[in-house]
């Protein structure tokens, strides 16, 4: 257990390390430059996109607030328009919901009276973000995609929930999957929640949840990651930190300005990444454009 | 204006072209080749990532059910999660709602009693399209994209609602712009519209619109496009033809199984096509996974 | 268990003592002369009221996909409004949803590829029903409401889910309390839901339920009762009958054409007749006005 | 025009009338008497049940966000459900647009930094209003209904919009119908509204709407109202108090404590009073149950 004491104090060592300034609202999407941007273009050979998001999630444990596509319209039935008829059909849906894919963005995450880059909380009012909402993202986000399998370096179909992925651990992977992750890389990391989701059915992933430990924001600093995506939701439940909920949450997007994507699926990428030979791609993310929004649903696509 | 009789033999003509089997449920997006896409890749050589998507409308009268984006949550409210909080929202929309920018699924329309390819309507249900639900394009859609700016050509601002861009308009701006559209190409045929709408004002879409003529389906055909986005809907309106109301819709996404994306907008695009001096680039486009959906909000990103 | 054949003959023989004709839309509620309404004001003399509705379910084991309220604007906030501010929110709920208060319309229940009174299923289409929509009921209903208390009855906190109502017991339960159920009176029958689910925590009443059996309809018939209210749904689950999943909502909506209000509360009325000294209330039920709608949200009043 | 200080004047002037005390929360229901409820159940004589609500509006100059009714499920389509299939719909609205007939809670109208009798507006969050909700009013709200027709009074079809409703005409529009306005009714005032809608088309209410001239609020307190509805909003626009723009609702809700009924509609009420020659009859509204809520749709119902 981590001490509330030492997690303000890592907090804060990573805050320093910033350097993007006091205006900045990008956060880590600095590390993305646009040499990086097109270097990454050059991971492409095979031109095979894979999907790293799941299906909008129906109700259950892990959903108790499902979102739901509704039909509008049904062709065949008598319409106004001549000539021809439409299918048509509305969406409702928490943006940030479990277990539903999406992108936080950085006004997500409230920490001791502000957001990000001290900005202050009263941006965000019932219209929404003013500052740090998901439309900053709006030219998306395309970069390498590094996939970091814990799971297959433990040799185990999954870590069980409320484990947590070291620092170590995370060298040992790419070690092991003979990756090096870099400066402006998007960094995905395996914990093997869908695959027992699928496997031993849904669970209460509020009360516990396989992620990250605290500690592994200290690498994604050094390493100059510009974005971290996972297939729970990056953080461990309960958590390891005395008094804090969202350690992960709370290093990544208020202290690193690092934009999180929660509840991704990577049971579609391994094994692209196996018949490609390698655990790099591009990848590209594109929000919704959702004026105000402090985050949006998303469906990431890696291509080989 | 066209005949009843003379569209219908259109439609056949193209239906007769598609070369895909009766079994397919991709359409034109089978001449987007694995080769296809990886060498569009090579079109990224700046770096530079474009957003070809629409903030999300508000109510007017282009957008008379207008979606929202609510807040769930605000930060700095009282909470039950210890150290942390959290802004949240839930979004509200309607799919193919005029005038946000999405992509149509090949379920979307209906003519003469079937969807694309013979499917029957009812594979659409109140549960949704068991058949050529938007889903089939979870991996994204990744490749060339062109855009060809009529405005541009003729010199204008926009073209006027009602007013339509014709086979020979669209081989003279390839021959103005200097790029030649060809199989497997995303194409984006820009009519002003979005441009026309922040200068003058909103207007009613529904009943004036500037798009695409039927004849240019042919066009597409010949060239084997993969898909096709507009910053209006690709229809006209009023409509030329008799007793049809959405002739492109028809012939794209019923004969040719082309998926259609919608209000896009190009304003960002255009500058970054004089800068880059090219009018073609990688094209990302990820729809939402929405099982059972005809179509998704979309926001297509360009990578220069 | 009752068979397949026996449940048909019981539906028959109640449809063929519907009275009101085959252009009849109003079902039950014709028991509901204007003499009967005048005579239910009678039943005011203390000058309660008193709600039999419950409050919007939050998600859970009964409850799967719950409704929402949003705020979509905040008191105190900066304002283009001069002078005053105003909170405001929205709604998102399923009509029917388990378990919140509502009402179903007639045509809520498709039986043998009609709805009630032989009206064919396709009057409901993907707009909403053009006829027996919840809108027939626009000026409400106002009546005499009768409560009968069958955990009462049998000295009680509630029916275990499963278990059911019979007509015997209806009839103890009058004589028990000294009320005598007849025409066009609203009839509410407490089988302790609500008190079960506060004290023992919530269940999936999808699975198991407590409700009347399937011959209380006759009793039903054979008084001319106007309209049918629990605090389940009336219907038991599992069903008591072959092949049938919810035979009262059958009988009561399809053959009688009864209304039926569904997960209703009367934690609040069971001590308002107490302390009356009668069952027997003015109730006023007054649907939303939702065109095409199969049902409503409601909260239906008892006055003392 | 009113000056702000005459405003500010008359509302403090109207504050200090209100009797209930510091820990009120029902503002001029308290008017509303057990006896005065008694009382109104014997305005019932004919048992005639009448509507005054409007249908769920429609996109519209007077509802940029328009509220909806969407199908979940139609009857006839394969269900997983033995023998019986169901119809069934979602409801997403605003809970005060425009023109829906809803009410308005105590929480609504926030009035130099309070809401009703000085309660802080922090108790109304993104998780709803902790006091002051329209959960207040669970038991609804029965008494004696007055409806006063202005156009009547002025024999024309309806007021313009923009204009106002002066005290002296509510004093002449009781004596024309022969009815007088007395402690715990809920008073209804016609400016015709809805008529004009029904015969011109619909218009932005936002700009103009005809109402009660703030004035009239000094009459509902001498009379001691229990409630206001109006088939406008009772506010004029635009607001004939400087600084102002919703004077009738800042004296109205924030200081009498009256909860008032928006865009309701008395077409098929003025036929009824008509029919049975007097213009009062019991009333009975019953929110919806929507703990936190600022306000609910609803369907008032007059007995007759």
Known sequence: ????????????????????????????????????????????????????????????????????????RLPGEPSDVPGVSFAADQLVMNVHGDVDSHIDALSHVSYEGTLYNGVTTDVVTSQGASELSIDDV????????????????????????????????????????????????????????????AELGRWNVAQSRAGLHPDAMEYLAERQVAALGSDSNSDTAPSVVEGVAFPVHVLAIHALGLHLLDYLQFDDLVPACEAAGRWSFLCVIAPLRLPGGTGSPVNPIAIF
């Not at 804060?12 to 273009?41: F, I, K, M, S, Y």
């Open 1 to 72: 257990m981590m001490s509330t004491a030492s997690f303000r104090a890592l907090h804060d060592q990573l805050r320093r390390q910033v350097p993007w300034g006091a205006c900045d609202r990008r956060g880590a999407l600095g590390h993305l430059t646009a040499e990086r941007v097109a270097a990454a273009a050059g991971e492409v050979r095979l031109g095979r996109t894979v999907t790293l998001a799941a299906p909008l999630a129906s109700s259950g444990p892990d959903n108790p607030e499902p979102g739901a596509r509704h039909m509008k």
């Open 138 to 197: 709006r030219n998306g986000i395309a970069g390498r995609g590094v996939l970091l399998d814990i799971p297959r370096l433990r040799g185990v179909s999954w870590l069980e929930p409320g484990d947590h992925v070291s620092v170590a651990e995370l060298a040992a992977a790419e070690a092991a999957q003979q990756v090096h992750v870099g400066p402006g890389d998007v960094l995905f990391v395996r914990v093997g929640h869908r695959r027992r989701r």
